[in-house]
């Protein structure tokens, strides 16, 4: 089970962190990733990270102001967002996939968490 949160209401350039908390589950084998999804739009990727090893891959949007990490200890994964942008402004959603391949694909991942809103206003 997964449990996101940190969204929240912003002015352009500001930063937030976002949550995610993952419950029964041994990440050791797992991916986890950051999507976010606008009204009447697709899941788009965002930012993922491989469990064991912490390889990290961004979309080029967010490369440079985003940061995404986990922490073994609490099982949590977490994206740092700064320099943030109206753009930005979305649901964002954390999921898990279990596998240590990396996959932009939405598809590809299992375990979905609740979304949370974040909105950057200019």
């Known amino acids: 089970q997964l449990q996101a949160s940190g969204g929240g209401s912003v002015h352009t350039g500001d930063s937030l962190s976002l949550l995610c908390t993952a419950s029964g589950k041994n990440l050791d084998d797992y991916t986890m990733a950051w999507f976010r999804q606008g009204p009447g739009k697709d899941r788009k990727f965002v930012a993922t990270?491989?469990?064991?090893?912490?390889?990290?891959y961004y979309a080029e949007a967010v490369k440079g102001r985003f940061t995404i990490s986990r922490d073994g200890a609490k099982n949590t994964v977490s994206l740092e967002m700064n320099s943030l942008k109206p753009e930005d402004t979305d649901v964002y959603y954390c999921a898990a996939r279990r596998s240590t391949w990396l996959t932009l694909d939405p598809y590809g991942y299992d375990s979905w968490g609740q979304g949370t809103q974040v909105t950057v206003s200019s």
């Open positions: 990270i491989k469990w064991n090893d912490a390889t990290t």
